[in-house]
Every structure is written in C-alpha cells, then in structure tokens.
C-alpha cells in the first residue's frame, strides 16, 4: 500500500521559514516524480512545484508565486521528500500536500500569521 | 501563463450523466487529469492522460479530451460522486489545475 505522510508544518510569522517533509513508503521512491500541490482555505488547488527522480535528472521546477523562495529536494536514502519555505507570506497560508499524482498524502497544514 | 477554466458548479440527478468541462487553448495538444475531492478529503486522481480511470475507480468514470476541452463524464451518477472535481494539465514543466468544479448531486 501506497502511503505518503506529510509533517512540519505550523505557524509561521511572515518572513519566516518552515521546513515540510513527506515520508513515503510502499513504492520504489527513487523512480518517482514527486510534486507539492498546496490548498489556500476555502480556495482550489495549487500547483507548488516537482522534482524529477534522479535517474532523470533530479531536477526541479517551481510555480512562479514561490520561485526563489521555496526549495524542493529529497533524500532517496531516507524516501524522503522536502520542502524549504524561506520568506513566507501571508499568501502562503496552506495545506500542503505531497503526491505522485496517482497517490496523495493528508497534507499538513501551514499558516503564516503575526 | 496557460489557464485551464472549469464551471463552478454542475448539478445532476442521481441516476443521470453529469459532464464536467475544462477549457484552455489546444487542450487536445496536452494530457489532461481529473481529480475528485471531497470535503475534509485529499484529492483522488479518477483520469489521467484524457481517458485512463487508476485502478479502484468505478467504470462511471470517464474522460475525453477535444480541440480546446477535456470534458470529465460521470454516467449513473450517485449521491456518493458529490465533490469538487479539477481538471489538471502539463504546461512545459509545470502542472496547470482548473479552478475547480462542485458537483450537486441532488
């Protein structure tokens, strides 16, 4: 069985920085693309960027609202997916979700407020 | 940047064939997905690549994709298919997903 588990998030005061992993198990992590897709209260979903497994490249590719501020990597030792969240905005208040597009963790919750 | 535009809600009666759209320029050219959502609930992937159902999602489920619209069928639908459904393409590198479509059920 599938299983994608996300955690760290919080709260957060604008300009911080927060650190979410998701922890997966039950497939060959190394060979999947994984994607952080996010949730704005109430509002639809978000695309927040993927990284490709390491056999392609490794490479990511963000959306332009978290260009430049938020880092996704993983750790195929640990199948293990991360992402760094630096100068965090009001805007950026979210549940943020890991997912091989077939497959979707819970998703962990992330508010920026002061 | 692409856009990919869904209505905000469709109604039904149980029993009756619900279609979901989803536009945007040269959809055909760009494999589209479907996503249902339920409230409280992680997104569940029902079509993916236009008309492929994942395994576990009832036949009901159907996908198309023509020209400018990818178009999700629900056929007999039942109470239980009541949820927010989103269209999702490739644009380059990066995921495109529709605003969202609620389904009533009623």
């Known amino acids: 069985e599938v299983r994608l588990v996300e955690s760290g998030g919080g709260l957060v005061e604008p300009g911080g920085s927060l650190r979410l992993s998701c922890a997966a198990s039950?497939?060959?992590?190394?060979?999947?693309?994984m994607s952080w897709v996010r949730q704005a209260p109430g509002k639809g979903l978000e695309w927040v960027g993927r990284?490709?497994?390491?056999?392609?490249?490794?490479?990511?590719d963000n959306a332009a609202p978290v260009k430049g501020r938020f880092i996704i990597s993983r750790d195929d030792s640990k199948n293990t997916l991360y992402l760094q969240m630096n100068s965090l905005k009001t805007e950026d208040t979210a549940i943020y979700y890991c997912t091989t597009m077939f497959d979707w963790g819970q998703g962990t919750l992330v508010t920026v407020s002061s | 940047s692409y856009e990919l535009t869904q209505p905000p809600s469709v109604s039904v009666s149980p029993g009756q064939t619900a279609s979901i759209t989803c536009s945007g320029d040269k959809l055909r050219n760009r494999y589209s997905s479907w996503y249902q959502q339920k409230p409280g609930q992680s997104p569940v992937l029902v079509i993916y690549q236009d008309t492929k159902r994942p395994s576990g999602i009832p036949e009901r489920f159907s996908g198309s994709n023509s020209e400018n619209t990818a178009t999700l069928t629900i056929s007999g639908t039942q109470a239980v298919d009541e949820a927010d459904y989103y269209c999702?393409?490739?644009?380059?590198?990066?995921?495109?997903f529709g605003g969202g479509t609620n389904l009533i059920v009623l």
């Open positions: 999702q393409a490739w644009d380059s590198s990066t995921w495109v």
């Open positions: 990284i490709k497994s390491k056999t392609d490249g490794g490479t990511t």
């Open positions: 039950g497939f060959t992590f190394s060979n999947a693309w």
